[in-house]
């Protein structure tokens, strides 16, 4: 490790996806940048996560077993104190971004997703969220 601190250094950031390999390359991203992380790999248990352990920021995939990321989002946002949340989707439907905008998703993102491109908009949001 190099000796400057990762970006998210102190930041709890909660990752859902279904796709272990998705999943796993995230985690090791996120851990290089200073995120403490946890995975899930469906909507039931991202939503008992969140409430377990107040992630600042979840990284949710729209297409998951048990829960979808939709069904998801509604419970996780409708709190005083919920996290950030990022969803990643390969539909590039319109609707399913105006409908995650109605839920209160901080980012909307379509896969493939760039890990840069992820961790850049995570960066963003804990920043611009501890700056107010």
């Not at 409708?78 to 980012?107: C, F, Q, W």
């Not at 992820?118 to 107010?132: F, K, P, Q, T, Y």
Request: with cysteine.
């Amino acid at each position: 490790m190099s000796d400057n601190q990762g970006r998210l250094e102190g930041t709890r950031v909660l990752i859902v996806d279904d796709d272990h390999d998705v999943q796993e390359s995230m985690n090791v991203a996120f851990m290089a940048e200073g995120a403490e992380t946890m995975t899930v790999s469906d909507g039931n248990a991202a939503v008992a996560a969140c409430l377990e352990h107040e992630p600042d920021l979840v990284i949710l995939d729209v297409m998951l077993p048990g829960r979808s990321g939709f069904l998801a989002l509604e419970k996780i946002k409708g709190r005083e104190n919920s996290p950030l949340v990022i969803m990643v989707t390969a539909n590039e439907g319109k609707r399913h971004k105006a409908y995650a905008e109605s839920l209160g998703v901080d980012r909307y993102l379509f896969k493939p997703v760039p890990l840069e491109t992820l961790l850049n908009a995570a960066v963003e949001l804990i920043e611009g969220d501890s700056s107010d």
